[in-house]
């Protein structure tokens, strides 16, 4: 039991993750970006460190940083697929459940009309938003969106999010290594930066 919960403690911790190795990492990025239960693992704090250790400890990463981009971006588009098909499968039974305190059904037909009137932007900003980054492509899977539309914003999403995070990260890295003491700082530091102009955008489209 002692060993269950020192793992799960491991998975939420994203420096032990990357030195874990590359295989559980490119995992975790997969559980969190789809399956119901990864909203609790580490995204985007795992992107920042592993473009920054990429950038100052290749030996502990072991690719360049092109291929951890397109490896984590691979992941993550097979994480929101996996999201979308198990919303897909669940969703009618969920129309069929009655009504109780931890769900509505006037929740689905809400998300119907967001997801109607934003289309694509729900899905892509989604990536940049912890939590909904898990769940938005379950609920696109239980709502039907068009599969051509949700394949072509989870693959630009996904490459958008990788990219731009664990991209600025490696940079910092190369540029200034002593900020690996910053870390902590830095992780939160990102997090608002990317957090920002997503929900700028929420507002100005809700105004609107």
């Given at each position: 039991?002692?060993?269950?919960?020192?793992?799960?403690?491991?998975?939420?911790?994203?420096?032990?993750?990357?030195?874990?190795?590359?295989?559980?990492?490119?995992?975790?990025?997969?559980?969190?970006?789809?399956?119901?239960?990864?909203?609790?693992?580490?995204?985007?704090?795992?992107?920042?460190?592993?473009?920054?250790?990429?950038?100052?400890?290749?030996?502990?990463?072991?690719?360049?940083?092109?291929?951890?981009?397109?490896?984590?971006?691979?992941?993550?588009?097979?994480?929101?697929?996996?999201?979308?098909?198990?919303?897909?499968?669940?969703?009618?039974?969920?129309?069929?459940?009655?009504?109780s305190f931890f769900f509505k059904k006037r929740h689905i037909e809400s998300t119907?009309?967001?997801?109607?009137?934003?289309?694509?932007?729900?899905?892509?900003?989604?990536?940049?938003?912890?939590?909904?980054?898990?769940?938005?492509?379950?609920?696109?899977?239980?709502?039907?969106?068009?599969?051509?539309?949700?394949?072509?914003?989870?693959?630009?999403?996904?490459?958008?999010?990788?990219?731009?995070?664990?991209?600025?990260?490696?940079?910092?890295?190369?540029?200034?290594?002593?900020?690996?003491?910053?870390?902590?700082?830095?992780?939160?530091?990102?997090?608002?930066?990317?957090?920002?102009?997503?929900?700028?955008?929420?507002?100005?489209?809700?105004?609107?």
């Amino acid at each position: 039991m002692n060993e269950a919960w020192q793992f799960l403690k491991e998975l939420t911790n994203p420096e032990s993750i990357v030195k874990l190795g590359l295989p559980l990492l490119l995992f975790v990025i997969f559980a969190e970006t789809g399956l119901f239960f990864g909203f609790f693992l580490p995204g985007d704090n795992l992107l920042i460190i592993s473009g920054f250790l990429c950038a100052t400890k290749p030996e502990i990463i072991k690719v360049n940083i092109f291929v951890l981009i397109i490896l984590m971006s691979v992941c993550a588009i097979a994480g929101n697929f996996v999201g979308y098909l198990f919303g897909k499968r669940v969703g009618e039974s969920l129309y069929k459940r009655p009504d109780s305190f931890f769900f509505k059904k006037r929740h689905i037909e809400s998300t119907r009309s967001f997801y109607n009137k934003y289309g694509g932007m729900a899905l892509f900003l989604g990536r940049f938003l912890p939590i909904v980054r898990t769940f938005a492509p379950i609920l696109a899977g239980v709502i039907k969106i068009d599969f051509k539309k949700f394949m072509l914003y989870n693959i630009t999403g996904a490459f958008c999010w990788t990219g731009s995070i664990c991209g600025v990260s490696y940079y910092l890295g190369l540029q200034f290594p002593w900020l690996m003491n910053y870390m902590s700082y830095i992780v939160v530091g990102m997090i608002v930066i990317t957090t920002i102009p997503v929900m700028i955008t929420y507002l100005k489209e809700r105004k609107k």
